[in-house]
């Protein structure tokens, strides 16, 4: 099956700083790459996703890179702000059919002021 | 739009003693999941649903962990007898259908003393 490797566990940063987290997975199949954001006490909440059909996704701050020959993908923060601060998992998936997604162990991001 | 519903938000029992959890996804949502997870960790997987027929229940320990979604709607998720390793928080997600986003609830944490 599916193994998802995320690092680092913990990232800290100040204020306006940039923060990347980086995931590698195994199943070359896998196809849709899903990133979540997780606030103490609250479920998952999906922050952005790329398709392996495409190399970089932004949004606002954010953005997301796929290497898919190297099966890595890494999420991007810039101008980091206090109400970043979270837990941030990535997780794979073939997206297709019956195939539902494996989660990464997580990043707990904290922003200083 | 309403969100995936849960509940209870937190519950507390002694080992050997039964839980029942329920939830109710976002309306018109085909696919409901059950995740576990456990502090430290991502989230991962114990049941799937399409409409009221099981997907996926290759990760859930049958001996204790049962769920049904009878009308193809609500789901409740049982454990019984619980074992202390069984502490976590249980996840509920629904998505339109096999394949798409997948939206979280809000989380049932579970202590078993």
């Known amino acids: 099956g599916e193994n998802v490797e995320q690092h680092p566990s913990t990232l800290s940063v100040q204020e306006g700083d940039s923060a990347v987290i980086k995931c590698t997975y195994s199943?070359?199949?896998?196809?849709?790459f899903p990133w979540y954001k997780q606030e103490l006490g609250k479920g998952p909440q999906l922050i952005i996703d790329?398709?392996?059909?495409?190399g970089e996704k932004k949004d606002q701050r954010i953005a997301v890179t796929l290497n898919k020959t190297a099966k890595h993908f890494s999420l991007h923060i810039t101008e980091t702000q206090p109400e970043d601060s979270a837990v941030y998992f990535c997780a794979a998936s073939k997206y297709s059919g019956y195939s539902t997604l494996t989660f990464g162990k997580g990043t707990m991001l904290l922003v200083s002021p | 739009e309403a969100g995936v519903a849960q509940s209870p938000r937190y519950k507390i029992i002694e080992k050997r003693q039964s839980v029942a959890f329920w939830c109710n996804p976002i309306s018109g949502h085909a696919t409901l999941y059950w995740y576990q997870q456990i502090l430290g960790q991502g989230p991962k997987l114990l049941i799937q649903f399409q409409n009221n027929g099981v997907v996926d229940d290759s990760q859930l320990p049958k001996d204790r962990f049962s769920a049904e979604r009878l009308k193809g709607v609500d789901s409740t998720l049982k454990i019984q007898p619980a074992k202390l390793e069984d502490s976590a928080v249980y996840l509920c997600a629904s998505s339109l259908d096999l394949g798409n986003t997948i939206y979280f609830g809000e989380g049932s944490w579970l202590t078993v003393v």
């Open positions: 199943d070359s199949a896998s196809n849709y």
């Open positions: 790329i398709r392996s059909n495409v």
